[in-house]
């Protein structure tokens, strides 16, 4: 998977670097495992429930709890990307800017495997705590998060492309770009990138994580 990293010519204002973005696949993903456990729970009963609670709890309340995080996946399925030019990074939701960040204004890069992608998903004190009293779910997720990744960059673009931290993440204080790259091709076009405009190898950048995500709340 190695390639030499050199000080690109590209102009990158009329040939762009453009990565579809994926990042909102993954909750997704972490819900659907639920859903065969709640078809055994619904038809064996473990917890010997009535009827009625069993069927209020399998059929209403879990689907309810889940909706936050298949929602953004289908709102969002095809229609973002982010677009690396000259000067800027750029996030879009069909041609619509959601999020831009000028190179001169960047603060750090990192390597990630974090599937945060938006400043909204960030949670408030209260969600915070609730995360730390849950901590094991929490664990739960980030092991089921990197299960997708490895299968998600095997089913894109076969085993030598995926690599444990497969993103880049971008500051320009609190806000931030995730550039997820679906190929190998695309990871080494963005290591080029960052080395010909910021002198930043990717794979030398400190690992940036974060476990706490909310759901987005993207206004459009």
């Known amino acids: 998977m190695q390639k ?9 204002d009329k040939e762009p670097i453009i990565v579809k973005d994926y990042n909102s696949l993954f909750p997704l993903l972490g819900v659907i495992y639920i859903i065969p456990i709640l078809i055994w729970v619904y038809f064996f009963n473990p917890g010997g429930l009535s009827e009625k609670s069993l069927s209020l709890n399998i059929l209403v309340i879990m689907p309810l709890l889940m909706l936050p995080f298949i929602l953004p996946y289908y709102k969002s399925r095809n229609k973002r990307k982010v677009v690396l030019t000259n000067e800027y990074i750029k996030f879009f939701h069909n041609e619509i800017l959601l999020e831009s960040i000028n190179l001169n204004d960047i603060t750090k890069i990192n390597k990630t495997y974090s599937d ?10 209260f969600s915070k705590m609730l995360g730390y009293l849950v901590f094991p779910i929490y664990g ?18 076969g085993y030598k492309s995926y690599r ?8 320009s204080n609190d806000r931030f770009i995730n550039i997820l790259p679906t190929t190998l091709n695309e990871y080494f076009e963005i290591q080029e990138y960052l080395v010909s405009k910021k002198k930043i190898n990717l794979n030398e950048t400190k690992a940036y994580y974060y476990f706490f995500t909310m759901s987005e709340k993207i206004t459009l």
């Not at 030499?4 to 990158?12: P, T, V």
């Not at 945060?116 to 004190?125: A, E, L």
């Open 4 to 12: 030499e990293i050199y000080n690109s010519k590209r102009n990158y």
């Open 140 to 157: 739960l997720t980030q092991g089921l998060l990197i299960l997708n990744k490895f299968l998600f960059h095997i089913y894109k673009d």
């Open 116 to 125: 945060i992608y938006h400043k909204s998903q960030y949670p408030n004190d």
């Open 164 to 171: 444990f931290y497969d993103s880049a993440i971008i500051f």
